[in-house]
């Protein structure tokens, strides 16, 4: 089967691989979306579904853009289309099902008598009879193109006598997952790593193994307790490893749907969604709001709290004290807090919870909207030069499917400090579509990095308004 030989995408491939040059992770942090944005540019109007759609449609593999479809279904002969209906991650006992629904991400769920050979990295599927030889080669990552994470090979024995004998064996499932890639930008690691194995492994209530490549050792550390919420066995460094792992079950590959979403129905059962997924975080961090304070009932007089988001050192807020006066006077308690510095992620998650709105200019730090309680708000500054659809993506869209209340502030030229650093004649402020057709790296230097933003209080203060009703309105 030549699935995975087929490779959507050649263009945005050697775009990674350029850029990985020079790469910095917290700048790069919004690549794939963009990409995907740069491409819709000629598309009226914003829609994800549509933008997937159009660019498999861009391919000649539909040609109906309105139609959303995975490539797995046009791709696959017509007896395996029906093994990959429903969930997208059905699997069949002595069969591997390959899935590249929703364009960022490919996996297989390997089903049978499955044998790692951590050296190799190689998946053999053991047939019970003699089977038709096939393989299929999966980067484990969720965005299949990042090009220094490790591929798997996935391989259909054709008998029992190619089998590798097992040194570890177990009763349980596996999933296979690479780190590496754009972790260590707090988007990323929840985006690309955390929503995409929860979705991967929450049906198993913790009887799984998890088997990871590209290892990063801070990041099971970091996040210990979302990986022990989901699994009750410690993390398997597979780029330390010589045994043979053998397994009932084995997922390679965790799978992307969207940014920072849950498509249901491609979860398995079709029953995960980000409230799912926020609920389970309020669990195993122990956060004890599960909805904002109600303001005329539970407690008469009390304000609810705004936490402001301060960034060091892109994308600052210019004029922080005057943003908290605006919040106070607008009836918030506001305080403005760096979440990064000396603070783990458990002490962050407990920090965020407490509050009722989360404000910040577009950036890592607005993922932390995943420890809000539900109901409550987020309010994303949007930097100057259309920068819209982005911020929408990577954040507007799923603070919604969280069930927070969203708004965002788009900047003026006059409130960004890109004014007075080039001058009104500039092409970034004069041109941005200009800016953004030359590419990414041009595209992230002005409206990412050089920017910094000085609200308009007076401008703002509707928008603060607005969170302020939504709350009361509780
Ligand atoms: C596992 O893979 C390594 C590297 O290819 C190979 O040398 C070794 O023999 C394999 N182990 C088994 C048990 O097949």
């Known amino acids: 089967m030549s699935c995975c030989e087929e490779k959507p995408g050649k263009s945005m491939k050697k ?146 006598a190619a089998a590798p004998a097992c040194t570890v064996t177990y009763s349980m499932p596996a999933v296979i997952f690479a780190l590496g890639g754009l972790t260590g930008n707090f988007w990323h690691d929840f985006t690309d790593v955390l929503v995409p194995l929860f979705i991967a492994s929450r049906r ?42 053998c397994f009932p079950h084995v997922t390679v590959g965790i799978h992307q749907h969207r940014d920072l979403s849950i498509i249901p129905e491609w979860s398995p059962g079709g029953r995960l969604a980000m409230p799912d997924f926020t609920r389970f975080l309020r669990e195993v961090y122990a956060l004890p709001r599960a909805a904002p304070a109600s303001l005329v009932r539970d407690e008469p007089g009390r304000r609810p709290r705004l936490l402001l988001i301060h960034r060091g050192h892109s994308r600052r807020f210019m004029n922080e004290q005057e943003i908290l006066r605006a919040a106070e006077a607008a009836g918030f308690e506001a305080v403005a807090t760096d979440l990064r510095r000396d603070v783990t992620v458990d002490e962050q998650a407990k920090a965020v919870n407490s509050f009722d709105a989360l404000l910040g200019v577009h950036g890592a730090g607005l993922t932390n909207a995943v420890f809000l309680p539900p109901g409550a708000v987020l309010i994303q500054v949007v930097p100057y030069g259309k920068m819209d659809v982005i911020a929408t993506l990577e954040f507007g869209e799923p603070a919604k499917e969280m069930g927070l209340r969203y708004l965002d502030y788009s900047v003026t030229a006059e409130e960004s400090t890109l004014l007075e650093t080039l001058g009104p004649e500039h092409p970034a402020i004069k041109d941005p579509d200009a800016v953004h057709r030359s590419g990414w790296n041009r595209m992230t230097e002005f409206y990412l990095d050089k920017q910094s933003v000085r609200i308009d209080v007076a401008r703002f203060a509707p928008t603060l308004a607005q969170a302020f009703d939504h709350l009361r309105q509780q």
């Not at 990295?121 to 994470?149: F, G, N």
């Not at 590209?214 to 597979?238: C, E, F, H």
Request: hydrophobic share 40%; proline share 4%.
């Open 15 to 160: 775009a990674l691989i350029h850029l990985n040059i020079g790469f910095v992770v917290g700048v790069l942090f919004v690549l794939l979306t963009y990409l995907v944005v740069s491409q819709q540019t000629a598309i009226s109007g914003f829609n994800v579904a549509t933008t997937v759609a159009q660019l498999i449609a861009d391919k000649q593999l539909i040609k109906d853009p309105g139609e959303t479809i995975s490539t797995a279904e046009v791709q696959q002969p017509p007896a395996e289309k029906q093994l990959n209906q429903g969930s997208g991650v059905s699997a069949e006992k002595g069969k591997v099902v390959y899935n590249t629904k929703g364009y960022y991400s490919e996996t297989c769920e390997v089903d049978g008598d499955v044998r790692i050979n951590s050296t190799a990295l190689t998946v053999s599927l053991v047939p019970a009879s003699s089977s038709e030889h096939r393989e299929w080669r999966i980067r484990p990552y969720s965005r299949k193109t990042m090009p220094d994470v490790k591929m798997v090979t996935v391989t259909q024995l054709p008998d029992k």
């Open 204 to 245: 198993y209530a913790g009887e799984v193994q998890f088997l990871i490549t590209n290892m990063r050792l801070w990041y099971p550390v970091a996040y210990k307790t979302i990986l022990q919420g989901l699994s009750k066995y410690d993390v398997v460094d597979l780029d330390d490893d010589a045994h043979v792992r």
